[in-house]
């Protein structure tokens, strides 16, 4: 016998057992319970958006205050359960060896997460309803509304913040999924896990562009996911070398890190590579017209840098690849309906050089009207052969 009696759980103590019991069985890898208070880095996030870390991501302004206070626009919420699903699969980064290859980021290999969470956390709700035996007002995001998931991941105690501003957890390492179910239920909350990142340094070490202004904070503007995914236009061109293979997204912070040495693979099949989506060879995905895009990345999160962001990357990673053989399909892009893709390629041309592509591009400076593209061609003609007479090398 216990020599003190037992404290009888309370109904939020009750209730959060049983949801987080419902969320394993939902297939879940994480599961916590936080309050639907302000995140506990709602002031340091409206300070990174004053320092214009976001870049081009004005989305993320004109909901901030939504995000520093969801009672604004959510004040029936009591309880915010916070998810983890895991997207690791067992399939590495190609080699020097392995031809005109470039990466997609991990996280979009598969089809679209935010389908495949959303409908989860609505089964996880109805579920939920079905067990309390009555109407439970509830509330799901994914990595789409005005939430700084994130932080509510953090406080529920699913991971913590790692110095790559990534949620880690111990038992998952970061490739996984984060989804929030707000609800009006009245449940325990769960206890934040302590930093365990101590004195490691390896991600931030790592990153090709120094992204990081410092430990837990990211320039986007210089994340490579972002210039890939996020940044409309042309993606600087002191960047662009940093940028290397990388065609939608990154995953390097994420590689180096301790907590990411044995991930287990994700149980989800929907998140295993499609066919030609791991290691991508490049000069395929150059030559798609945008039919063959919608087709292709139907359901795909790459919908998101549309085609002419995608075949930007692409070329981009073949001018740094740097191999010849690219030369015809990169001449051919530089009649691209797309300037932003006439631009790149261009510049990929100047990187390679060679006389076939100096040709290329002269041929492609006598045709072009677009003043940013004429812009690109007579950069890589100047690298190549000097400045054609009456423009400047610095234009």
Not at 89 to 115: C, E, F, M, S, V
Not at 167 to 186: A, K, P, Q, R, V
Not at 202 to 231: H, M, Q, W
């Amino acid at each position: 016998m216990h020599p003190w009696p037992t404290e009888p759980a309370t109904e939020p103590e009750r209730l959060a057992r049983l949801v987080k019991d419902l969320g394993r069985r939902q297939g879940f890898d994480l599961v916590g319970i936080s309050p639907a208070a302000a995140p506990p880095h709602e002031a340091s996030f409206a300070e990174w958006l004053k320092q214009g870390y976001a870049g081009e991501m004005t989305y993320l302004t004109r909901t901030e205050a939504k995000r520093r206070h969801p009672g604004s626009f959510l004040p029936w919420a009591k309880s915010v359960i916070s998810v983890g699903l895991n997207y690791y699969t067992p399939y590495q980064r190609p080699t020097h060896n392995d031809g005109l290859k470039g990466w997609i980021a991990r996280y979009a290999w598969g089809d679209d997460y935010h389908g495949i969470l959303e409908e989860r956390l609505a089964t996880f709700h109805l579920a939920l309803e079905e067990a309390v035996g009555y109407p439970v007002q509830a509330r799901s995001y994914v990595d789409a509304g005005p939430v700084l998931e994130r932080d509510f991941g953090a406080r529920a105690g699913i991971g913590w913040f790692g110095k790559n501003t990534t949620l880690l957890s111990t038992e998952i390492g970061s490739y996984f999924f984060l989804g929030e179910l707000f609800t009006d239920l009245d449940l325990a909350p769960d206890a934040p896990i302590r930093d365990r990142c101590g004195q490691c340094t390896l991600c931030l070490k790592a990153c090709p562009t120094n992204a990081f202004v410092g430990p837990y904070v990211l320039d986007a503007r210089r994340c490579i996911s972002y210039l890939t995914i996020e940044l409309k236009g042309a993606i600087p061109r002191d960047l662009r070398p940093l940028v290397g293979i990388h065609v939608f997204g990154c995953d390097i912070c994420q590689e180096v890190c301790p907590y990411n040495t044995k991930p287990p693979v994700t149980a989800e099949a929907g998140f295993f590579p499609r066919e030609g989506l791991h290691a991508p060879d490049l000069l395929p995905l150059l030559a798609l017209t945008e039919e063959e895009f919608r087709v292709k990345f139907r359901h795909s999160p790459i919908t998101r840098a549309k085609r002419r962001g995608l075949l930007r990357n692409v070329c981009v990673a073949l001018g740094n690849l740097r191999d010849p053989v690219a030369v015809p399909a990169l001449a051919a892009a530089l009649a691209d309906p797309e300037p932003l893709v006439r631009g790149h390629a261009a510049w990929a041309l100047g990187q390679i050089g060679g006389q076939e592509a100096a040709v290329a591009l002269e041929a492609a400076a006598s045709r072009e009207t677009e003043p940013p593209v004429q812009e690109e061609i007579h950069a890589a003609l100047a690298a190549l052969i000097g400045p054609p007479r009456g423009v400047s090398a610095t234009r």
